[in-house]
């Protein structure tokens, strides 16, 4: 049996903002997936312990007020988060994460804010991106790689965009069938293809970098590039971020 036809993990998260050092979360889900439904799926709100701005609340739907009365100490909810993810990868089950290195590397920042051992300190857990395996088997297809865009083009039915467990469900259909769609991405070992993504991001990551750095107005931007993945690591000494 290949890894798509096993029990996918979907993870997602809702948040503050776009800056995953910084920014915090508010809601996030841990989806058990298998053969195209979610077989179990866990949510969680979040006090995230500073102000939602409105942009981030027009994305979501969650404002202060509602994370502030609902919402559980962010603290608690980390930590759970992040043993979800840990059993899971003890398990030997693939954690589908769309854009890791946003979602994962926030998950590591706020661990570390909060006192809470990092997702990767007990175990290595095998990470699928939908993105980057698409990025990979169709690298010239025009428009955006967003999920919804990714759902429409391998056919899946999108639950609710912005919503955190709608969202985990969709990357994990989505991988599935990129799976089904280019069978040599799932003949391929949990491992083989995490090490290979490492890779995939890095040359997808530079390319993109390569055309802000060249493209007149944007050249700004080439310098935020990273080409991390799953996660960004620590920033050098100083930096507020990671302990904010």
Avoid at 97 to 105: C, E
Avoid at 194 to 211: F, P, S, T, V
């Amino acid at each position: 049996m290949t890894w798509h036809q096993r029990t996918l993990i979907g993870f997602d998260t809702e948040t503050t903002g776009v800056n995953p050092e910084s920014d915090r979360i508010v809601s996030a889900a841990v989806v058990e997936y298998d053969g195209r439904r979610p077989a179990l799926t866990r949510t969680w709100l979040a006090d995230p312990g500073m102000e939602i701005p409105p942009g981030a609340t027009a994305v979501h739907g969650i404002t202060t007020e509602a994370a502030r009365s609902a919402g559980r100490p962010a603290a608690e909810v980390v930590a759970e988060v992040v043993a979800a993810l840990v059993e899971a990868s003890e398990d030997g089950r693939p954690i589908v994460v769309m854009n890791a290195s946003f979602d994962l590397t926030l998950l590591e920042c706020e661990a570390r804010r909060h006192g809470v051992p990092s997702l990767f300190s007990t175990t290595v857990p095998f990470v699928l991106d939908p993105r980057v395996l698409d990025r990979r088997v169709d690298r010239f297809r025009p428009g955006s790689r967003r999920l919804e865009e990714l759902c429409r083009v391998y056919g899946v039915t999108h639950g609710g965009a912005h919503d955190a467990a709608a969202d985990a469900v969709a990357a994990c259909a989505v991988t599935e069938s990129l799976a089904y769609e280019y069978p040599w991405l799932a003949q391929m070992s949990l491992e083989g293809l995490h090490d290979q993504q490492i890779h995939w991001a890095a040359d997808q990551q530079a390319g993109l970098r390569e055309y802000f750095a060249s493209t007149p107005g944007k050249e700004w931007l080439a310098a935020s590039v990273r080409t991390d993945w799953p996660i960004v690591p620590p920033p050098v000494p100083g930096f507020e971020g990671w302990g904010a």
